[in-house]
């Protein structure tokens, strides 16, 4: 089994990406981060990936390659996979993502998203479309770093907080 986390750069999709990555190591779970990245320079530029006047021309390899690299800094151990597309709608871009989930099998989907309220009801967000698939659990990251939990101590059958 593995942890799959689509990534897209964005500062929670790293989030998502991190606690994947903590998980994986204490569960001993293979972590893959995924991109689909559309054949269109417009939206690369749109969401970041990619700025006219860069030593590179656009192209989807070069924009994985970047995407890689964020990958790497974040989580060394993680696999990268990317997968490019031609639309670059939110649908398209779900719909790709839940077909390389039904291929990996994941046991966990780590999505990085502020609009959790809106997974809840049919939408066409990425995040909505990948949750809604029932073959695999959500971990929904909705903040960079995890709220403070406070240690736990198991007394037969029930915890205490320290």
């Keep these: 089994m593995a942890f799959l986390v689509p990534f897209d750069g964005s500062y929670l999709a790293e989030a998502a ?20 990245v559309p054949d269109d320079e417009a939206y690369a530029i749109d969401v970041g990936w990619y ?17 890689r690299d964020g990958v790497v800094d974040i989580a060394p151990q993680a696999s990268f996979r990317h997968e ?14 839940t077909e390389i989930a039904d291929e990996i099998r994941p046991s ?6 502020e609009n ?27 903040y960079y770093a995890p709220p403070s939990i406070p240690a736990v101590r198991l007394e037969e059958g029930s915890y205490t907080e320290q």
């Design 17 to 36: 990406l991190m606690r994947a990555s903590e998980y994986g190591q204490a569960l001993d779970e293979d972590v893959v981060a995924l991109s689909v």
């Design 51 to 67: 700025e006219r006047g860069e030593d590179e021309p656009f192209s989807v390899p070069y924009v994985a390659g970047k995407l």
């Design 84 to 97: 490019q597309i031609d639309t670059a709608s939110a649908v398209a871009i779900a719909t790709r993502i």
């Design 108 to 113: 966990v989907v780590f999505i990085g998203t």
């Design 116 to 142: 959790v309220g809106e997974i809840a009801q049919p939408v066409t967000s990425v995040a909505g479309g990948v949750a809604e698939n029932a073959a695999y659990d959500v971990h929904i990251v909705r």
